[in-house]
């Protein structure tokens, strides 16, 4: 039996092989998956929220049980307005799971309808970050294996200022 609906937030900049097995995972769980993506106003992202949501959203087309959105403000008004019981966050290491657990007794706290379950990366994914695949292509290097050829194109073309193909 599938539970219903789950929120995978984030900020997703850029989407990696690590956030796509997380995805796959969750959708093999719940009968959705809204792959919230986040405004943080302590972040300088990369991309915009619209290149993010475009970035996901054709990644992830072979799941057609998961949307992709973006939310500003409380990940909880955002749950709840999409009717999420679920919270979904991967876990790549056990530096994760203090701030990880902490941000779910939160969100709990805010809404005592709302439960976080985590799932734990994959062994081949538990070093990958966001931050280390932006400083990787920045310097030119090669991120075959972090992100899709897709993801790759997009961060080729703003470290070289060219548009992407999407």
């Not at 994914?125 to 194109?153: D, M, R, W």
């Amino acid at each position: 039996m599938k539970l219903r609906i789950a929120v995978y937030p984030g900020s997703f900049d850029p989407f990696t092989y690590g956030h796509l097995d997380i995805i796959d995972r969750a959708a093999q769980i719940f009968d959705q998956v809204i792959v919230a993506v986040s405004v943080n106003s302590g972040k300088n992202p990369l991309f915009t929220i619209e290149e993010r949501v475009a970035m996901i959203a054709k990644e992830c087309t072979h799941l057609k049980n998961v949307e992709v959105d973006c939310f500003y403000g409380l990940l909880v008004d955002f749950a709840c307005q999409k009717k999420a019981r679920v919270i979904i966050r991967g876990l790549r290491a056990v530096s994760d799971f203090e701030y990880e657990f902490q941000m779910a007794l939160t969100n709990r706290k805010l809404n005592p309808n709302l439960d976080t379950i985590f799932l734990v990366s994959q062994p081949k994914y538990s070093f990958l970050s966001s931050s280390i695949v932006k400083e990787i292509a920045s310097l030119g290097g090669n991120v075959t294996g972090f992100v899709s050829p897709g993801v790759a194109a997009w961060l080729s073309a703003k470290f070289t200022n060219k548009k992407p193909e999407v």
